[in-house]
């Protein structure tokens, strides 16, 4: 069984650039959450895509959009880039969803912007 | 919206003893999940918990549900349970997931 995958591992960006994170679910997962964890903060909801749709967000401007494709992998884009994104970014994949099932994370994209 | 609030926020133990974290949230949740989050950010997943109790080896863990609380039950720490410990829930009738800010772990050898 292969684990959620994340790329890249680490990222370096300039304000009002645009940056593309890349996530794998779990094997067998057709649900995908990402989040922003802040320096020192717990991880905050950014949205969730089941079956190639967003299915739940958080509150984040729609400069946070995403994609989820037919292998279920999804790709988290962010444009005109603030300082304020620099953050961990994190992808989680589940079989049911958030409501009903176990969250499996990835170890993560790290984007600093400057 | 729902509040996630644990406690304590920082603490510092010495190798061998016992801890409680606990988690407490404003409202119905449909789950509940505690993480380990490793000096290296990934977080890993210590229980599937909406309610009742449930143990992995020296980590327990007990959610309350009607009160409205979670508790994560520590034994005989190790140097390696360091870390950040969350807990995450969705609330009832929501697609949404609430980090908690996290419980801080020292153990010290």
């Known amino acids: 069984e292969t684990g959620v995958t994340q790329s890249p591992t680490h990222l370096i960006k300039t304000r009002g650039q645009q940056v593309t994170l890349r996530c794998s679910s779990q094997?067998?997962?057709?649900?995908v959450s990402w989040y922003q964890q802040a320096l020192g903060q717990g991880p905050q909801f950014i949205f969730q895509?089941?079956?190639?749709?967003?299915?739940g967000r958080g509150n984040f401007p729609p400069r946070f959009s995403g994609l989820q494709f037919p292998n279920y992998s999804s790709e988290l884009n962010v444009n005109a880039l603030e300082l304020d994104d620099s953050a961990l970014y994190l992808c989680?994949?589940?079989?049911?969803?958030?409501?009903?099932?176990?969250?499996?994370f990835g170890p993560g994209t790290r984007l600093t912007v400057t | 919206g729902i509040q996630v609030e644990q406690s304590p926020p920082d603490l510092i133990l010495q190798e061998g003893a016992n801890s409680t974290l606990r988690c407490n949230f404003s409202?119905?949740?449909?789950?509940l999940q505690w993480f380990h989050q490793n000096p290296w950010g990934q977080l890993i997943n210590l229980f599937y918990?909406?309610?009742g109790t449930k143990q992995n080896g020296r980590l327990s863990a007990t959610t309350v549900a009607t009160e409205r609380y979670s508790l994560l039950y520590i034994s005989s720490s190790q140097t390696t349970d360091s870390g950040v410990y969350f807990c995450?829930?969705?609330?009832?009738?929501?697609?949404?997931?609430?980090f908690g800010k996290g419980t801080r772990l020292h153990i010290l050898p």
């Open positions: 895509y089941y079956r190639e749709e967003e299915n």
């Open positions: 989680a994949s589940s079989l049911y969803g958030l409501a009903d099932d176990e969250q499996y």
């Open positions: 409202d119905s949740v449909n789950n």
């Open positions: 995450a829930v969705t609330p009832d009738r929501d697609d949404k997931i609430i």
């Open positions: 094997s067998g997962h057709n649900t």
């Open positions: 918990i909406p309610s």
